[in-house]
Structures are given as C-alpha cells and as structure tokens.
C-alpha cells in the first residue's frame, strides 16, 4: 500500500503536521510505510504497549531492521529521558510511575527539551517523528510532542471521532484548539482498507455514511442497513435478554469467526454479568476493580468469613458454584458432624483455610472450582493467583502490591484473548474482529459509538431500542 501522495511530499519536506486516519483506514500501514521508505532513523511514539506491538509486528513484517527506528510509548520516552538528565529536567526520583506521578514526569520531560539540552541529541538520534493514536493525547504530553517538533520534523495520526479517554484531573487534547494550530492538517485516509480487503463494501460505505452522520451531529440511521448488518430492536423492555441472547449467539466463534460483544464502558460487573449471560469470556482492565478488591478483602479477613468471602467471589467468575450448599457443609464439618461422604479436595482446602492464615488453599480453590465450572472471568482469577503465589513466596508486602506488579508484567507481555468476549470501547480501541455485537443506548457518546462499530470486518449484530439513534 502506498503512501498517500500529500504525506509523502510531507514527509519529502520534512514539515510538519497531522493526519486524519478514521478507522480501518490502514493507519498503522501507513506509518510503517513510511518508515521503511525513509533513509534516516525514525521516532514512534504511541501510547500502549499493544501498539507499540502492533507496529512493531508490521515493521517487521516489511523486513524494516530494529536500527532504522526507536519505537516507545510516549510515556517511557518521556520517563527515560527526564531520568537520563535530572538536572535539566527536574525530575524527582522515580523509579516506577503509579497513575498520579505521570503528570510529573511529563512536565519534567517538557522541561529537559525547553532548555535545549536535547536539541543536538535529538537532531542527531531522529530523522523524523511519527506519533499514533494523537487524540488520546493528554495536554501534557502534547506539549512534549511540540517541544520536540521545534528541533525535528513531526506528523501526529490520529481521530477526533475516536477519543474515547478520560484521564480525570488530565485534560486531553482538543483536535481544533490544540492539534491544528501546531500541526496543520496535511491529509485524511481515504480508503476502508479493512473491509476492502475482504471485499466487504457494502459495511465500509455503511460505516463511512455513519461516520459523516456523527461528525455532523445526527443520529445514526438504522432503519435502512446492508445485510452484513442486523439490527434487533428492542421493542419491550421483557424482551431484552432474548435479543441480546439472540444476538450473541448468532455465530459459532472459531481462531477465524471471532466475536467481540462490546458492552457498557463504565462498569466491569455489568459487563462480568453479561459474559456470564451469554457464555463468552470478560476482559478485564489491567487496573481491575474486582482484583483489587478482592485482595484487600482476603487480607481483611480470616477464617470462615474468608472463606465465606472467597467461595462467593469464585461464584461471580464460575459458572457453577453455589456458595450456599458448600458453605453450609464445610461448616457442618467443620463444628464435627459425621459425614458419610469424603472430604472433596475443595472441602479440604476450605476448612484449612477457616482453621489458619495461609493462602495456599486459596490457590487450590481456584483451581478446583475451575474443573467443575465454566469460568467467565478467567483474567481475573489467574491474575488473583498469580498474586497470590507472589504474597505467598513474600514478593511484595501485601496482597494488593503483589497484585499490582502481577498487572503491570501482564501489561508488559500482552494478553490473548478467547474467541468470543466481552469487552468495552475503551478496551477494544484499535483491535479488529471478524463479527461484533454493539449495544447502542443512552449514555454512549458518538466517539464510543464508532468505536464499537468499526471493530468488525465481517458483520454487526446492533441491540437497541431506537432505529435512530441519536448519540449523548
């Protein structure tokens, strides 16, 4: 695929600017093309370890060697350099960013290329600087990107229609008032190239007519679809659970059939319900409420509340377990009453745990109740294990820091994922699927909306009660 013709005499100029790339519009493409047509080292910058992933797969895919470029998430880039010159920068010591230190770096990282000790380092280290996914940008770090784009040139790709981000007290960039007056729009994708390459016109001219629509501010138009759509409107609320049963299982999922369900993008227990619902796996967060609380919640606890607590846990990531029946009868054997049958492994391990401390029997609860039921929070339960076995072997000094350091190496490696799930926006962003069920209701933005939509490659099953749907 070649590079349009208006960023390569861009990139020929060595000016500066932006690109609207809408998605499945080959924007990853178009950044490894450009590298691997470029003769000096290039700068990438993203902002997820999946996307660093993402282009390093397709660099190497077009035989770039790793010399050619320096590929990094901004905020590594940012961390790395500030801590490489504290003097400049300013930087406190930190060795481990958590959420609310970020800022912090960030202004150190602004502060080290305001002053100029970087210019000649970076003139002579990068050719050119490529930054994807720009509109999840934070001000902050838009500042960085600026500061850099003084020394060498900078094209920023990215989406207004896909800034999904909240990063709380952190403002994100505005594409108007931030984006365009440092970096010009030099051009837009034009071509739908994940349909088109299956041949799939009839979604992606669907797709690019709602596109239009919600950059326009209307509603999305369901009432007129192409086949490989099918909408299923909720007429009756006491219809709901059969459509949306009907809808996500219209497929047999298979490594070449996945279905994504996108589902609320705010709670991870009404998506945990729904997975449960439909039979499909849960994505998890890497920050993951349910993990987090469940780890302070052991180590609050001892004896039978523990257990109580746990086998209840399990029971809202298993199919199967009934914390009721085995509660009563471990406690029955427990207080000593005869029992003709024997003790099960998992009845073993709950009473060790009601009678010491230990955590081993934790793990062997997990893995019990696993063998007798479908889990549908699997993330979470081996992510809980995993920390468990870090606590036991005394990593880290609690529970919750055991946990912490367990999401932050999965972070590192990457996940995979079953082949049907359930997931949210904020989750899914920039992964594709052949098949996706959308559920479109009140409050979804017209960014999530999009987001949802473009996923699938192949067909859109939508759930909603409204045949124009009119975004928050």
């Known amino acids: 695929m070649p590079v349009p013709e208006a960023i390569a005499e861009a990139v020929s100029a060595q000016t500066s600017g932006s690109v609207i790339a809408p998605a499945g519009y080959g924007k990853t493409e178009t950044i490894a093309e450009i590298v691997a047509n470029t003769t000096g080292r290039c700068l990438l910058l993203t902002h997820t370890l999946a996307g660093v992933e993402a282009l390093k797969s397709r660099l190497k895919s077009k035989g770039v060697r790793p010399e050619r470029y320096q590929l990094d998430t901004i905020a590594a880039w940012a961390l790395r350099y500030a801590s490489s010159f504290p003097k400049a920068s300013g930087i406190p010591s930190i060795t481990t960013p958590r959420g609310n230190q970020w800022p912090t770096v960030y202004l150190a990282a602004r502060q080290l290329l305001t002053s100029g000790t970087l210019d000649v380092v970076v003139k002579a280290s990068y050719s050119m600087v490529l930054v994807d996914e720009y509109q999840d940008c934070t001000v902050s770090q838009h500042e960085i990107i600026k500061e850099l784009s003084r020394t060498v040139p900078v094209i920023v790709f990215g989406d207004p229609l896909q800034g999904i981000f909240d990063f709380g007290s952190e403002a994100v960039v505005d594409w108007t008032v931030d984006v365009l007056p440092t970096f010009p729009q030099v051009d837009e994708l ?80 009404q998506r945990a319900a729904l997975a449960k619902r439909v039979r499909a796996q849960n994505v998890e967060t890497i920050e993951c409420k349910g993990l987090q609380e469940a780890c302070v919640k052991i180590e609050a606890t001892t004896g039978f509340p523990r257990l109580r607590y746990f086998v209840t846990f399990l029971s809202k990531s298993i199919v199967g377990v009934r914390p009721t029946p085995f509660l009563r009868r471990v406690e029955d054997i427990h207080k000593g009453k005869r029992i003709t049958k024997p003790l099960s492994v998992r ?120 045949m124009k749907f009119q975004p928050s």
């Not at 609690?398 to 082949?419: K, M, N, P, S």
Request: aromatic share 6%.
């Open 190 to 269: 034009k071509t739908p190239w994940r349909w088109k390459k299956l041949g799939n016109h009839d979604l992606a001219k669907w797709l690019r007519a709602t596109r239009d629509d919600l950059l326009a501010g209307r509603a999305i138009d369901l009432q007129t679809v192409p086949s490989c759509i099918r909408v299923h409107h909720v007429k009756n609320q006491a219809l709901v659970r059969k459509l949306e049963a009907k809808a996500c299982n219209a497929i047999s999922p298979s490594p070449t059939n996945r279905l994504v369900i996108v589902g609320t993008k705010g709670s991870e227990n």
């Open 347 to 466: 009845e073993a391990a709950a009473l060790q745990i009601i009678n010491d401390d230990h955590l081993e029997p934790l793990t062997i609860l997990i893995d019990e109740f696993r063998k007798v039921g479908q889990a549908f929070r699997s993330e979470l339960l081996f992510a809980l294990k995993d920390s468990l076995a870090s606590r036991i072997l005394s990593e880290h000094p609690t529970l919750l820091d055991c946990a912490w350091h367990i999401q932050e190496r999965r972070r590192h490696v990457g996940r995979r994922h079953g082949y049907k799930i359930v997931t949210s926006t904020l989750l899914v962003k920039g992964l594709e699927y052949e098949n996706s069920v959308v559920f479109l209701s009140h409050p979804m933005t017209k960014e999530d909306a999009y987001v949802a939509l473009t996923r699938a490659s192949l067909r859109i099953d939508i759930v909603t009660e409204h």
